[in-house]
């Protein structure tokens, strides 16, 4: 096995160029998040189906807002054929939930029904234009269910899971029967 160690001066070379790129490209990168106002949902976790209440200060008065639901779209990568299963391939997708005006003190309150879709977490955004002014997190709870709930030996099942979620850890589920 072959070790490649850079010498002090070729270290201190490597450095400087890393260093100075940094700095040409620092002032491109984006800064941090500057959010307005503040922005809640109640409840923050439920099923899909929940009915969720969100609420907002702070913002423009008497101005026009887009709600805005953050989830994914997902498809499995399969060989040209079809045949053979390369994992799954997940992108982004904004959902518009509704609009909302806001009053002369830069409130309001309006509520959304949570999509149906994958669980987990989701940001709702609160968003002006192509701005995005605020976000809160929801919480989509994964629900299962058996039928039917008894029956002879013999009888089939079924098993329905809603609410999977798409990361890594959420996305796969396995079931065990012992009889």
Same mark, same amino acid.
């Given at each position: ?16 160029? &890393?260093?100075?790129?940094? /700095? ?7 800064? #941090? ?7 809640? &949902? ?11 209440? /969100?609420?907002?200060?702070?913002? #423009? ?5 887009? &709600? ?15 045949? !053979? ?9 904004? %959902? ?19 999509? !149906? ?7 709702? %955004? ?5 701005? &995005?002014?605020? %976000? /809160?997190?929801?919480?989509? !709870?994964? %629900? ?12 089939? *099942? ?5 609410? *999977? ?15």
């Amino acid at each position: 096995m072959s070790r490649h160690l850079l010498r002090p001066a070729a270290l201190a070379a490597a450095l400087l160029v &890393l260093l100075c790129t940094f /700095a040409a490209t620092a002032g491109a990168q984006p800064g #941090p998040l500057r959010l307005t106002g503040r922005f809640s &949902l109640s409840p923050d976790h439920g099923p899909a189906g929940t009915r969720v209440t /969100a609420r907002a200060s702070g913002m #423009p008065a008497n101005s026009d807002f887009t &709600l805005v639901w953050m989830t994914v779209s997902g498809r499995w990568r399969l060989s040209p054929d079809g045949v !053979e299963y390369h994992g799954r391939e997940y992108r982004p997708v904004e %959902q518009p939930l509704l609009t909302v005006r806001s009053g002369a003190d830069g409130t309001f309150e309006t509520a959304f029904t949570v999509p !149906e879709g994958f669980g987990f977490q989701h940001d709702v %955004q609160v968003r002006q234009g192509g701005d &995005l002014l605020n %976000q /809160a997190g929801f919480d989509v !709870e994964m %629900q299962v269910s058996v039928t039917p709930q008894s029956g002879p030996p013999g009888t089939q *099942i079924t098993v329905e899971a809603r609410g *999977i979620g798409w990361r890594l850890l959420q996305n796969s589920w396995l079931l065990s029967y012992d009889n």
